[in-house]
């Protein structure tokens, strides 16, 4: 659940309860539910990582951060009988901080690291500490790029940073930057106009790929079969995770033999190849001896 796509993915599996009247509850206490029940259902946006929820006639917008752990489930219930609310609640498992339920489908929020309620103001203060979203369509790239470009920090720390670009997590991170053979330890300043723009088209194509196959698919083989399965209107099945270099720490790239190394680059740690990635204005990092870095994972 770290990366944007997911969030796309819940937020549109939340339509389901688009201009519907909804029972709003906090099973576990942790929400002030009370202010969306009896209300009618408004939207649901993923900004990046973040999810906001806002319903008619509540001047408040619920703030809702999956992390790690968190999860949203939506499914189609059976409990109404006449159209109208459920006659029963389904019962209540695990940590459950929000539920919403409307005539038909049964929403449950579990183990979010933030859900909140914020008004107009801590809306916009939210959108502000963003960077552009790769998946929405009001996204500005250009935002981003000169945020990259004005500074000296490493790209691979760069494009995980929510402030510079909302939504990518430690898998795209490692394997964006594997695709671009780009040395992630290149300074933001480094990157020209035309690395930019290639690196953001890769990242809006792999993540709408995996919001249409609702997992992250990065290897050119799986991403041809996903595209086809998507294109027949097929759910893409669950191929076994094929990653060039994340989580593959110590073990040799399929696509040169070199080793793939692991270091800590922000708060996670950042895959990479120093063969295909020595490319690059410089390869400092990429090449320097840090022993205890090798082989990790
Ligand atoms: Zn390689």
């Not at 009370?34 to 259902?41: A, L, S």
């Not at 806002?54 to 790690?68: F, I, K, Q, R």
């Not at 502000?128 to 470009?149: C, K, M, N, S, T």
Request: hydrophobic share 40%; with cysteine; net charge negative.
């Amino acid at each position: 659940m770290a990366e944007g796509h997911a969030v796309h993915g819940i937020a549109q599996r939340l339509q389901q309860f688009v201009e519907q009247p909804v029972r709003s509850s906090s099973p576990n206490g942790e929400f002030d539910a009370t202010v969306f029940d009896g209300r009618v259902f408004a939207d649901a946006q993923a900004v990046g990582k973040h999810l906001l929820v806002t319903a008619h006639d509540v001047g408040l917008t619920a703030h809702l951060h999956l992390a790690m752990d968190g999860a949203f489930s939506v499914r189609r219930h059976h409990r109404a009988l006449h159209g109208d609310f459920p006659r029963t609640e389904p019962p209540v498992h695990g940590n459950v901080a929000w539920r919403l339920l409307s005539a038909t489908h049964h929403g449950e929020l579990t183990d979010p690291a933030v859900c909140e309620l914020l008004d107009e103001d801590g809306v916009l203060a939210l959108r502000a500490r963003l960077g552009p979203d790769p998946l929405r369509d009001d996204a500005e790239p250009d935002v981003a790029r000169r945020r990259i470009q004005n500074s000296r920090r490493p790209i691979g720390a760069l494009i995980i940073d929510q402030k510079v670009i909302a939504g990518i997590g430690n898998v795209y991170r490692a394997e964006i930057l594997h695709r671009a053979r780009l040395d992630p330890f290149t300074p933001g300043r480094e990157i020209d106009d035309e690395t930019f723009g290639a690196l953001w088209q890769d990242t809006v194509d792999l993540m709408i790929l995996g919001l249409g196959a609702g997992w992250i698919v990065t290897d050119e083989a799986q991403m041809a079969a996903a595209r086809e399965a998507l294109v027949r209107g097929e759910r893409v099945p669950r191929w076994p995770k094929r990653y060039a270099v994340y989580g593959r720490a110590g073990t040799p790239c399929s696509v040169c033999g070199t080793t793939v190394r692991a270091q800590r680059v922000g708060l996670q740690r950042l895959f990479w190849c120093p063969g295909c990635q020595a490319a690059g204005p410089t390869s400092t990092g990429a090449t320097s001896a840090d022993p205890a870095t090798v082989g990790e994972g």
